[in-house]
């Protein structure tokens, strides 16, 4: 499954559970860089805490499974480029204008999230 497929995913989850701050794929996408780059490590016990307004009742283990799969693979990413030293590829969300019909892109969401 490609990111694109897992961040839609992932963005029905967030609204599904009611998530309070972290609400799309772009703002969570621009959260994990933002853990990732405080001056000492944040465990993920205590960050992904931020993310519901109380912890979710998942509808299935392998639901819960596949989020923790897809969060964790996005962390290393974020991660594994960081550590190297490369620019960061963010998450941004893409949408028509509805004034031109072209696709726009909306940075807010990654920049709230960070």
Known sequence: MDTEQNMTWVDSILSKYNSQSISSSDILDGFLTGVLLCSKPVAKETWIQDLF??????????EEARF???LD???GT??????AGDD???VFRYEEDPESG???IFTLGW???F
């Open 53 to 62: 307004k109380a912890p979710p009742i998942w509808e299935s283990d392998i």
């Open 68 to 70: 923790h799969q897809i």
């Open 73 to 75: 693979q996005r962390y």
């Open 78 to 83: 974020i991660k594994s480029t960081l550590e």
């Open 88 to 90: 960061i590829k963010p």
């Open 102 to 104: 072209e696709e726009a």
């Open 111 to 113: 920049c709230y999230g």
